[in-house]
T-cell receptor, first 114, second 112 residues
Framework: GDSVTQKQGQVTLSEDDFLFINCTYSTTTYPTLLWYVQYLGQGPQLLLKVTTANNKGISRGFEATYDKGTTSFHLQKASVQESDSAVYFCALVDRGSALGRLHFGAGTQLIVIP | AQTIHQWPVAEIKAVGSPLSLGCTIKGKSSPNLYWYWQATGGTLQQLFYSITVGQVESVVQLNLSASRPKDDQFILSTEKLLLSHSGFYLC???????????FGHGTKLSVL
C-alpha cells in the first residue's frame, strides 16, 4: 500500500542555517505530496503541496522538490529562523482510498537556536 | 471565517473510565470531518472520517467510536479507556478530497 518514510527525527540548526528534510514515498498511482507543519500546542497546518504536474512547491520561504527517480520529496529552506521551530510532516495522498486519505511520515522536529 | 473548536483541551482519566471528546466546526456547510490520534512525539494516525451527518467510517480499530450527530459536530468516545489511548487527539475538516486538512488545536489525553 501507499506509504511515506521520514527518517530524521530531530534536526537542530542555528539561525540562518540551511534546512533539508528528506522524505521518500511509495505508491502505485501518481503522487500528490504534501508538507505539514505543527507548531507547539497546535494542530498541523498545510505548508505546501507538490504534484507531478509542478514538481515543486513553494511557500513562506520553504521549497519542496519531487524526484520521481528516487521517489523522494525533500523540504528545504535557505535560511531558517527561530520561528521555524516546529515539527514537519511529509504526507502522501492515497488516491485509492475514500476522501484521499493522507499517509503521514513520522515527523521531524526542527529546533532553531537563536 | 471557519473555526474549529475542540473540547476539552486536556483530560486526565483513569484506566477503565469512559471518555467523550468533542469537535465543532463553524462557518462551513457539510464538511468532511476526521479524527486523528497522535502519540507523544509520533505521527498522525487517522481514526475516523465522516462525509455526512449520521455516517462515520472507521479507519483503524482502537476500541474507540465516533459519531456525527449534527452537520457541524463530531464526537469521539469510548466506554472503557486503555493506557494505550493516551496521546493527542485532533479533529480536522476538509472540503472535497482531503488534501488540505484544517486541524483543531487538539485534546491531550493522559490515561493513568
Amino acid at each position: 500500500g501507499d506509504s511515506v518514510t521520514q527518517k530524521q527525527g530531530q534536526v537542530t540548526l542555528s539561525e540562518d542555517d540551511f534546512l533539508f528534510i528528506n522524505c521518500t514515498y511509495s505508491t502505485t498511482t501518481y503522487p500528490t505530496l504534501l508538507w505539514y507543519v505543527q507548531y507547539l500546542g497546535q494542530g498541523p497546518q498545510l505548508l505546501l503541496k507538490v504534484t507531478t504536474a509542478n514538481n515543486k512547491g513553494i511557500s513562506r520561504g520553504f521549497e519542496a522538490t519531487y524526484d520521481k527517480g528516487t521517489t523522494s520529496f525533500h523540504l528545504q529552506k535557505a535560511s531558517v529562523q527561530e520561528s521555524d521551530s516546529a515539527v514537519y510532516f511529509c504526507a502522501l495522498v492515497d488516491r485509492g482510498s475514500a476522501l484521499g486519505r493522507l499517509h503521514f511520515g513520522a515527523g521531524t522536529q526542527l529546533i532553531v537556536i537563536p | 471565517a471557519q473555526t474549529i473548536h475542540q473540547w476539552p483541551v486536556a483530560e486526565i482519566k483513569a484506566v477503565g473510565s469512559p471518555l467523550s471528546l468533542g469537535c465543532t466546526i463553524k462557518g462551513k456547510s457539510s464538511p468532511n470531518l476526521y479524527w486523528y490520534w497522535q502519540a507523544t512525539g509520533g505521527t498522525l494516525q487517522q481514526l475516523f472520517y465522516s462525509i455526512t451527518v449520521g455516517q462515520v467510517e472507521s479507519v483503524v480499530q482502537l476500541n474507540l467510536s465516533a459519531s456525527r450527530p449534527k452537520d457541524d459536530q463530531f464526537i469521539l468516545s469510548t466506554e472503557k479507556l486503555l493506557l494505550s489511548h493516551s496521546g493527542f487527539y485532533l479533529c480536522a475538516w476538509s472540503l472535497g478530497q482531503g488534501e488540505r486538512l484544517f486541524f483543531g488545536h487538539g485534546t491531550k489525553l493522559s490515561v493513568l
